[in-house]
């Protein structure tokens, strides 16, 4: 992941939670339905569990009063900060999606909430091949970010975005990773998952990716 993005976040992290609560026009859209969609991550995972992209700490909150076992895993120090001001019993470490140091002896989920795009397709199939090796027969990802059913639709939405003089969110839309459908759901497959995909707002997507039993 680049450093770019990192420094990108420390400088967020002190208004992050104003954006995913509506406080932005531009993502209004983005953030629609944000923590139904973080609870919905809530509802599918199970046993312990490793967080990439803890950002400020609310999916981990939700986590952690679920009774669910979490460790999280967060490049930047200043978002780091903040989660650890909110949920000082949690271990939250430094590190990404593919440097990171192993918290649990077995791992049963692995889930992430608007963050997977910060890497390329191909740091996508490396970090998914990871996982697969890492995770536990009938183990589990559950991601939630923006996805796009193919390029064509990616388009639209940056045009949508051009119109509406959403400017950040079309330079965002145009410079990130943001990958379509067809593409998660080869990797996820070449790796040994199955995959769905539930639309949960005009931009955000959940996955669900269940590790296959090899016999």
Not at 112 to 120: I, M, Q, V
Not at 206 to 213: F, I, S
Request: proline fraction near 2%; aromatic fraction near 12%.
């Amino acid at each position: 992941m680049s450093t770019d993005f990192t420094s990108l976040f420390d400088e967020w992290s002190q208004s992050y939670d104003e954006t995913v609560l509506g406080h932005d026009l531009e993502y209004n859209e983005v953030f629609r339905n944000y923590i139904h969609i973080l609870e919905e991550v809530v509802n599918k995972s199970k046993g312990n569990i490793i967080e990439f992209g803890v950002g400020t700490g609310n999916l981990t909150e939700l986590l952690v009063k679920s009774g669910k076992r979490v460790c999280g895993i967060e490049p930047s120090a200043g978002m780091r900060k903040v989660a650890k001001k909110k949920l000082p019993e949690v271990k939250i470490l430094q590190g990404d999606f593919l440097t990171f140091t192993h918290p649990f002896q077995f791992v049963d989920t692995i889930v992430s909430t608007y963050a997977f795009h910060h890497l390329t397709d191909e740091e996508k199939e490396t970090a998914i091949r990871n996982y697969s090796s890492l995770l536990n027969g009938n183990g589990k990802i559950v991601f939630a970010d923006t996805l796009f059913e193919d390029e064509n639709a990616k388009s639209n939405m940056i045009r949508n975005a051009e119109v509406n003089h959403f400017n950040r969110l079309a330079n965002d839309l145009r410079t990130e990773y943001y990958t379509t459908i067809p593409v998660m759901k080869e990797l996820f497959e070449q790796n040994g998952f199955t995959v769905t995909f539930t639309q949960k707002n005009d931009f955000v997507w959940l996955m669900e990716a269940t590790k296959q039993r090899r016999e």
